[in-house]
């Protein structure tokens, strides 16, 4: 009789999910990249980006460790919280350097190739993206490392 394993938790390290992860990874970051430059001028932005960012590097983490999911970063997703927050900050404070009312859009006269129009919006979106990449991972990695 084949002796029953003692362990409840089912395992996701399958080969598939290995395999088709080493595909999605840079696929859902630049999908949300695409997403963060969008909302620029549509629907999305950094919020949504950022989740996308976040479930790419969840879905890492599912098929390896994470352990491994932490070591694609140079530093801890914590450290872009206060990265994400300082961007926002500037990109809201940069109106005022030009007597604009404070969170005010600023527009640069020369668009840039892919991005077309760049503005004050994008670097407070930016900052949103990070911010929400770090809440987001340094979340999910505080669980599943005392789980």
């Known amino acids: 009789m084949?002796?029953?394993?003692?362990?409840?938790?089912?395992?996701?390290?399958?080969?598939?999910?290995?395999t088709a992860t080493n595909y999605l990874l840079p696929?859902?970051?630049m999908f949300s990249l695409f997403v963060l430059?969008?909302?620029?001028?549509?629907?999305?932005g950094g919020f949504v980006g950022g989740l996308i960012a976040s479930i790419a590097f969840v879905l890492h983490s599912f098929a390896y460790n994470t352990k491994r999911t932490?070591?694609?970063f140079r530093f801890r997703p914590l450290f872009l919280i206060p990265m994400g927050l300082s961007l926002s900050l500037f990109s809201g404070l940069l109106p005022l350097l030009i007597s604009k009312p404070f969170m005010t859009s600023i527009w640069?006269?020369?668009?840039?190739?892919?991005?077309?129009?760049?503005?004050?919006?994008?670097?407070?979106?930016?900052?949103?993206?990070?911010?929400?990449?770090?809440?987001?991972l340094t979340i999910i990695f505080t669980i599943s490392e005392n789980v």
């Not at 004050?120 to 949103?128: M, N, P, R």
Request: no cysteine.
């Open 2 to 18: 084949k002796k029953e394993e003692n362990n409840s938790r089912p395992k996701l390290d399958t080969i598939i999910l290995k």
């Open 27 to 29: 696929l859902l970051i």
């Open 37 to 44: 430059i969008r909302g620029h001028y549509l629907s999305g």
């Open 70 to 72: 932490i070591s694609l």
């Open 108 to 136: 640069f006269l020369n668009k840039v190739d892919v991005i077309g129009a760049f503005g004050s919006a994008l670097l407070f979106d930016l900052g949103v993206y990070l911010v929400v990449i770090g809440v987001v």
